[in-house]
């Protein structure tokens, strides 16, 4: 199983980012798809779940808002769109693939992406 992210980069405050996850190895539309970003010096922390169907969403409160995500099962590809970039948004950001209703609390992801890093300027 690989997953694949990509489309961070070095924005200003209030710019937008669609980062992209695609995934390979793994039956996509059986498989909850997850968001978590760790800055520097502080923990691993989830920012948000698709549902395998794409029908249901959660994300972190302090990205309510601001954050969507979304999956497309052609293309074995999900999607985080963040819009209106903070400095605290600054941070690596990991896709994650998992099975178990755990996923939409943070745990039970199997499989990790590499990460990418996202890093805003004020």
């Known amino acids: 199983v690989q997953l694949q992210a990509s489309g961070g980069g070095l924005v200003q405050a209030g710019a937008s980012l669609r980062l992209s996850c695609t995934a390979s190895?793994?039956?996509?539309?059986?498989?909850?798809m997850g968001w978590f970003r760790q800055a520097p010096g502080k923990e691993r922390e989830f920012v948000g779940r698709?549902?395998?169907?794409?029908?249901?969403?959660i994300l972190l409160n302090s990205a309510t808002g601001r954050f969507t995500i979304s999956r497309d099962n052609a293309k074995n590809t999900a999607y985080l769109q963040m819009n209106s970039l903070e400095p605290e948004d600054t941070a690596v950001y990991y896709c994650?693939?998992?099975?178990?209703?755990?996923?939409?609390w943070g745990s039970g992801y199997d499989y990790w992406g590499q990460g990418t890093q996202v890093t805003v300027s004020s």
């Open positions: 698709v549902s395998a169907t794409g029908t249901s969403t």
């Open positions: 994650a693939a998992g099975l178990g209703l755990r996923t939409a």
């Open positions: 190895g793994v039956t996509f539309t059986n498989t909850h």
